[in-house]
């Protein structure tokens, strides 16, 4: 049987929703972290669904018993940044033109390093 090398991995499709989540203020996704893409390197953020254009996103760090930081504001369809390194990482504030989403829908957000 063939070994699998995951400590490779350039890129990866995280799939949020366009409100946030019932209870949360924040919150649009479940928790997620990157220590399998290679580190080191930056990212670039693709926005699928929706008008992506149009869409932006904060990236939150999940603290327990703390208030989560927020480790980018605004990320827009193609922006380039750092790759997060925390363990408990999550997309939060999804807006389209600047205001909260309406109608509830997945969105896809594609990272790949550059």
């Given at each position: 049987?063939?070994?699998?090398?995951?400590?490779?991995?350039?890129?990866?499709?995280?799939?949020?929703?366009?409100r946030k989540?019932?209870?949360?203020?924040?919150?649009?996704?479940?928790?997620?972290?990157?220590?399998?893409?290679?580190?080191?390197?930056?990212?670039?953020?693709?926005?699928?669904?929706?008008?992506?254009?149009?869409?932006?996103?904060?990236?939150?760090e999940?603290?327990?018993?703390?208030?989560?930081?927020?480790?980018?504001?605004?990320?827009?369809?193609?922006?380039?940044?750092?790759?997060?390194?925390?363990?408990?990482?999550?997309?939060?504030?999804v807006?389209?033109?600047?205001?909260?989403?309406?109608?509830?829908?997945?969105?896809?957000?594609?990272?790949?390093?550059?």
């Amino acid at each position: 049987m063939p070994g699998f090398k995951f400590d490779g991995f350039v890129g990866a499709t995280l799939v949020t929703n366009s409100r946030k989540l019932a209870g949360q203020d924040h919150r649009c996704s479940d928790n997620f972290h990157f220590h399998s893409i290679k580190q080191g390197k930056n990212i670039r953020w693709e926005i699928e669904g929706g008008d992506s254009a149009n869409i932006t996103f904060d990236v939150k760090e999940d603290i327990s018993g703390r208030t989560d930081p927020t480790i980018y504001k605004s990320l827009k369809n193609g922006d380039i940044n750092a790759l997060p390194k925390g363990d408990s990482i999550y997309i939060a504030n999804v807006k389209q033109n600047g205001s909260e989403i309406a109608k509830n829908y997945s969105l896809k957000i594609t990272v790949s390093v550059v």
